[in-house]
């Protein structure tokens, strides 16, 4: 079975604080992508990014970045320099070929808190 | 264009009433999603269409009823519904369903049942 957990339930930085959201996975597929969405107050999922299991390499986005381990089995994500409209709730989210399942499935939640 | 549209925004119904939710997506995505979501949860999986035919039902009450009129559409039909059934219903679309192809969602309606 797969599972996602974000331990992190709430953070709160201030304005220009670096800050990390953890996310560790569990799945015995070898074939497999990662992804993370934010979540702003108005609701929407807003899709940030979306790895794949073969590809450990790390992405910078801005000043967004993220961190794939396969040996952890963690996918973590970095903001730089926060700013208060990265206030939202992140999810990191697994998924499978779907004929092993299919599904997104996701982490609790990271409810991120940026103070000015 | 990512984009994912729902209607209503808001909607409050009686536990009496029929409602139905709205998605459209023009990406030519061939694969929809209803999920739910709580407060502080993440979304549940409700129903996933796959070229027009439904494809994954997560044992979802049949007082929800979905419908895909076409490859653009997605209509979510609510009758009888319980106060518990209050939560944010979002709207998804994928390429397929590979089951690996990033959901792009739509802002979602905000469903109040009284």
């Known amino acids: 079975a797969q599972k996602v957990t974000q331990a992190q339930t709430e953070i709160s930085v201030v304005e220009k604080e670096d800050v990390t959201l953890d996310c560790v996975y569990e799945?015995?597929?070898?074939?497999?992508?990662l992804f993370w969405y934010k979540q702003p107050p108005s609701g929407e999922l807003v899709f940030l990014i979306r790895?794949?299991?073969?590809?450990?390499q790390n992405e910078i986005s801005g000043r967004y970045s993220w961190n794939f381990q396969k040996s952890t089995s963690s996918f973590n994500f970095t903001i730089t320099a926060s700013q208060v409209v990265d206030s939202a709730v992140y999810f990191c989210?697994?998924?499978?070929?779907?004929?092993?399942?299919?599904?997104?499935?996701f982490g609790q939640g990271t409810e991120l808190s940026v103070k000015p | 264009d990512t984009e994912v549209t729902q209607t209503p925004k808001h909607l409050v119904m009686g536990m009496t009433n029929k409602k139905s939710l709205k998605c459209e997506q023009h990406?030519?995505?061939?694969?929809m999603y209803w999920y739910k979501q709580k407060a502080k949860k993440p979304p549940e999986l409700m129903f996933v269409?796959?070229?027009?035919?439904?494809?994954i039902n997560e044992s979802v009450p049949s007082r929800f009823s979905p419908e895909c009129p076409n490859s653009s559409l997605l209509n979510l039909h609510l009758h009888a519904l319980q106060p518990e059934d209050s939560a944010l219903y979002l709207c998804?679309?994928?390429?397929?369903?590979?089951?690996?192809?990033?959901?792009?969602f739509g802002p979602g309606t905000r469903l109040l049942v009284l």
């Open positions: 989210a697994l998924s499978v070929p779907y004929n092993q399942g299919g599904k997104l499935i």
């Open positions: 790895r794949n299991s073969f590809d450990e």
């Open positions: 990406m030519g995505h061939r694969a």
């Open positions: 269409y796959s070229y027009e035919k439904l494809s």
């Open positions: 998804a679309s994928s390429q397929d369903l590979t089951g690996i192809e990033t959901q792009y």
């Open positions: 799945t015995r597929d070898t074939t497999y992508y």
